[in-house]
């Protein structure tokens, strides 16, 4: 049959992969900041506070003070070409299409922040992608993380007429892949050292406890990481949360409390490092290896290292490949 002559052009289908991570400001400076921030806390998967509450808070006193301190954070951590979140992200995406070929799109998006899910999904669907695979990069299922990407593409899918079929990565928490990933990781970064480490931290980003009790499989997930990595590392582990923000009763126990008691107890010598981060971050180069670093030897501590996430290295490709390819079996 012959295509009409003034029919719309139509692209040779193709097979996408779009890798979400959580978002970053586009330069360490107050006003990025105060816009990603914004955006970031006004999430209502985020901040599980009525509006009518919060926002006032929000814009009347959290955006007026933390935006400088949290810029001044990230140009301790900032790299040449930009946020370490946003440049490890996108060599993620550009391993994985030298990994997969030429039959699949691959791309990378921020949850908050640019490139956009709703950027790149259109950009994929004008590029012939009528089959997207969704990867959120978080290992750990949580509504304040996995939930709220899975969330932003149904709701960018809802303004398409012709609408690409969709697939969703699950959380890895538990997946032999990513586990032994994380072995072999540690393993090199641990024999790096000049020191042997008195105890070795898995810190994970921290949730108000309250997401446990409603529910949320986040805290219980982080557990068996930490157990599963523990027994292919045949060392033990000491699970920790990190981030805490506002008054709220967090998950325990906390990084920094964490920290100050190993020192306290004698153990001069630790290693920390960040399971549930797909990319190293803000959270990561500066809470962890900085700021964790002085808390530990302000305690009493004398060696601290911290060890970094997959990145785009091997072992961490590997591991992203066979997800990948898993979860667009009978499409490829």
Request: charged share 25%.
């Amino acid at each position: 049959m012959n295509i009409p002559a003034n029919h719309p052009p139509i692209k040779t289908p193709r097979i996408g992969v779009l890798l979400v991570n959580l978002g970053t400001p586009e330069a360490p400076n107050a006003p990025a900041v105060r816009r990603y921030l914004k955006q970031f806390l006004s999430d209502k998967r985020v901040v599980e506070i009525p509006s009518l509450i919060w926002q006032p808070i929000l814009r009347g006193i959290i955006l007026n003070v933390r935006p400088k301190k949290s810029a001044a954070n990230y140009a301790k951590i900032w790299m040449p070409e930009g946020s370490p979140l946003a440049v490890y992200t996108k060599a993620q995406a550009e391993a994985l299409q030298a990994r997969l070929g030429d039959a699949v799109d691959v791309r990378y998006a921020m949850r908050y922040g640019q490139p956009s899910i709703e950027r790149q999904l259109a950009a994929m669907k004008a590029d012939g992608c009528n089959r997207i695979l969704l990867a959120p990069l978080y290992p750990q299922y949580s509504g304040a993380t996995t939930a709220t990407v899975v969330d932003e593409a149904f709701r960018s899918l809802a303004a398409m007429r012709w609408q690409p079929a969709l697939r969703t990565m699950p959380t890895y928490h538990d997946d032999p892949a990513y586990i032994d990933a994380l072995a072999a990781s540690l393993k090199s970064e641990l024999a790096k050292l000049d020191f042997e480490p008195d105890a070795i931290i898995a810190s994970f980003h921290g949730m108000p406890e309250r997401t446990l009790h409603l529910g949320d499989p986040y805290h219980c997930q982080c557990h068996k990481t930490a157990r599963l990595l523990s027994e292919a590392l045949g060392k033990p582990l000491t699970i920790a949360f990190q981030s805490r923000f506002g008054r709220a009763k967090w998950l325990e126990p906390s990084t920094e409390d964490t920290i100050k008691r190993l020192a306290e107890e004698g153990k001069k010598k630790i290693a920390i490092f960040a399971p549930g981060f797909s990319a190293d971050c803000l959270e990561t180069l500066e809470e962890l290896a900085l700021q964790g670093k002085e808390q530990f030897e302000e305690a009493g501590g004398e060696r601290y290292a911290y060890l970094p996430c997959l990145n785009a290295d091997a072992a961490g490709m590997e591991m992203l490949e066979t997800l990948v390819r898993r979860e667009l079996s009978g499409w490829l």
